[in-house]
């Protein structure tokens, strides 16, 4: 089956302008993480949602990020007014309910010049 | 101090021989471990997860957890060039919860 999509694959902003990536979850998996991955590190949470209810949010770095989930399946993250220091690669990962086994999008390279 | 500790290496092991790594965690109340193996320029990819002490074998790769040690490690017999990658150790709840990883380490098998 389908596994987990996020588009679009590249992102180049200026800075201070908006922009909003977009998750597709695997079908069924009713709960979806963001991650924030900066070159040479690991994955560093944002946020979760669980179904569309959004459980937590306390990785998100400031109140120009923005997580919604409104249906229940697909997410978008959107950055408002980004900064150089928003470059990275932002992934999406999703499991199946009471299952922490997590399977990562491909990640949206966003750079901010 | 970050909450789940790799050595970034690089690690360097000859084919066919035993790549060890290691993890170290501090919260106590980390239930799950996982193990993703990262190639370069992709993103993270599950390749096993442990939730009780002891061990767990799949194919070539074994999970060790030690939850008194506070320490995770992972063992990959008969090591092939297909191998080289960055490996992230993540740490977490029971259930839906966030993952918590290292910085990972990398993980070079020299033909």
């Known amino acids: 089956g389908a596994g987990v999509s996020q588009s679009p694959r590249y992102k180049v902003a200026k800075r201070g302008q908006d922009v909003a990536l977009r998750c597709d979850p695997i079908?069924?998996?009713?709960?979806l993480f963001w991650y924030q991955q900066a070159l040479g590190q690991g994955p560093e949470f944002l946020t979760y949602?669980?179904?569309?209810?959004?459980?937590?949010k306390s990785g998100l770095p400031s109140d120009r990020f923005f997580a919604e989930r409104p249906e229940g399946s697909v997410s978008t993250l959107k950055i408002q007014r980004t900064q150089q220091e928003d470059s990275a690669v932002y992934l999406c990962?999703?499991?199946?309910?009471?299952?922490?086994?997590?399977?990562f999008g491909p990640g949206t390279r966003l750079t901010v010049l | 101090q970050k909450e789940v500790e790799q050595n970034s290496g690089p690690l360097s092991v000859p084919e066919g021989a035993i790549a060890s790594l290691n993890c170290t965690y501090s919260?106590?109340?980390?239930?799950?471990f996982f193990w993703y193996r990262q190639y370069s320029g992709k993103s993270p990819e599950l390749i096993m997860f442990?939730?009780?002490?002891g061990d767990k074998e799949d194919g070539r790769f074994t999970a060790q957890l030690n939850k008194a040690s506070q320490y995770v490690s992972l063992l990959i017999r008969d090591s092939q060039p297909s191998d080289s990658a960055t490996y992230l150790c993540a740490g977490g709840g029971f259930g839906n919860e966030k993952l918590t990883f290292g910085t990972g380490t990398r993980l070079t098998i020299i033909p």
């Open positions: 949602f669980q179904n569309e209810a959004q459980l937590d």
């Open positions: 442990i939730y009780s002490n």
């Open positions: 079908s069924g998996h009713v709960s």
């Open positions: 919260d106590r109340g980390s239930q799950s």
């Open positions: 990962a999703s499991s199946l309910e009471g299952n922490n086994e997590q399977f």
